[in-house]
């Protein structure tokens, strides 16, 4: 087992996350994790690790680092591109990094969510079993340029059939533009809304208030009449609310577990990564499906998953790499 | 929780998640109701049960839609629905409270309101015990019932952007106690230098629904004899 450090040279908005806290509504515990829980897996499914490992997510910015010992890494999500002492190389690739390299990973142009993820483990510090930051505990770290990473790997230079690229894995993954396409089930106060299924034929803008607890969108008000108010309830994450103002409010992975707002529909899991990508000023439109074509959708980019799981586990085994894997 | 009057709804919420409407004309046994089938939701993640809210007379109840479905989440409920109810016995909790100044900096706005004194509306907060209807966000937080003000106090026109944690807010007939620093929209009477969510106690919180909350005044000179974690509060 070896002991990298990473030296961070530059980073604009980045932290150590994974995938959260789900379970823990009871307390009143907001799940949290990568606001794009597919782009975090596939970032340590392709380095081997378990998905939950801790991965780190860059919003909006560049990152660059050097390490001093040899990594085995993967670029998921917005970021188009990884250079290894000014080498470009693909995102969704698991990459070699010998000691002393120098990796920029450029800001993305559309899109706002990169991941990291690096063979080994992660230190860093979990609070209710995870690393993800969370404003209420009053937790997380933003890593600046002099933040130091410490990973546990197996992974050296020594291992046999490293030349890069390692592997080229063809992953499908999403491509962002200013432009978003969500796909949504209809909420159970739907019939609040006056125009009905209708009112979501229109282009929304997310607004810059948008924040990891909800996006704010603008577009024409949706109108939700004044009936009486709604008791507290349990919300989910995805959930499509409607101020009595007719703006729309996406709930984010943040989100308190209890709101009082109509939900008019709720974004379907796939959905949920997509939009947590969009930037304010960003366009969202987002179509309603039927609950089967949605568990459809859900079961198919998990069958995808799982699919490249196994992947990458043959392919690894067939290097004789075995020992780094841990998914 | 079989009652003969108590009738239920179930909807989906998204492709993970149902939301199950408890009918009963009797606030408290719908409450109930909501609160036991939560309690026997939460018993069942080996069957891919994720997250159950049980609040006022609604149970939010995620899943692992690659594991069970929403049509099998609503068999379970329909099975736990016809066991009998059995009403908790409640633990009783004692609050202190620094009321109004910069503790409570609504509480001037919230007696005028109601067309009482600053005392009056003191007497009615900490005057009798309140049930906690359900633990909700921010962390831990309990949202309570009462207090009995002769109006409905309306939530704030502009919400505050940062709540101090403790802060202890009113809205309606509820009150609720913020453990973290968070926006928020309720009026703020008063604040607990007592922390109640412990990230090293397990449970993190002391008190679940169906407990009783009294808040006790103190003095803003008693803030810092009081500034500790719940568990290590004597009262």
Known sequence: MNTANISIERVGYAVIQDLGRPGLAKLGVSANGAGDQRSARLANILVGNDDSHAVVEVIGSDLVFVTDADLLICVTGAAKTVLIDELPHGTYETLVIPAGSRVIIPGPEFGQRTYLGINGELHGKRILGSFAPDSFLEFGERLTSGSQLIVDSSFDMEIPGNELPVFRFSVPHEIYSKKFTLTATLGPDVSRLKGGEQSFVQEFEVLPQSDHVGMRLSGVGLDIGTAGEILSRGVPIGAVEVPPSGELIILLRGRLVTAGYPVVAVLTKCSIDRVSQARPGDSVAISIIDMDRAQLELREMETKIQDLKSRVGKAFKSRGWEKLLSH | ?235
């Open chain 2, 1 to 235: 929780m079989k009652d003969m009057q108590t009738s239920f709804t179930c909807q989906e919420y998204g492709d993970s998640a149902v939301l199950i409407n408890i009918e009963n004309d009797d606030y408290e046994v719908r409450w109930l109701t909501v609160q036991l089938l939560g309690d026997a939701m939460r018993e069942k993640t080996s069957l891919g049960i994720i997250d159950v809210v049980a609040s006022f007379q609604s149970v939010f109840i995620s899943f692992d839609a690659l594991v069970i479905n929403h049509s099998q989440v609503f068999e379970i409920v329909k099975d736990e629905l016809q066991s009998d109810l059995t009403p908790r016995v409640p633990n009783h909790f004692k609050i202190p409270i620094v009321y109004g100044d910069v503790f409570g900096p609504h509480i001037n706005q919230v007696a005028e309101i109601c067309g009482i004194s600053v005392d009056d509306v003191i007497e009615i907060h900490s005057g009798q015990d309140w049930a906690i209807r359900f633990v909700g966000s921010p962390i831990g937080a309990p949202f309570l019932d009462g207090p009995k003000f002769p109006v409905s106090v309306p939530r704030l026109t502009t919400p505050v952007t940062r709540m101090e944690p403790g802060s202890v807010a009113v809205s309606g007939l509820q009150s609720i106690i913020y453990n973290a620093p968070s926006p928020g929209g309720w009026q703020v009477v008063g604040r607990t230098p007592v922390k109640l969510f412990d990230l090293e106690t397990n449970p993190n919180v002391p008190y679940r629904a169906g407990d009783r909350i009294r808040f006790i005044p103190i003095l803003p000179s008693d803030w810092d004899n009081w500034n500790k974690y719940f568990h290590q509060v004597k009262l």
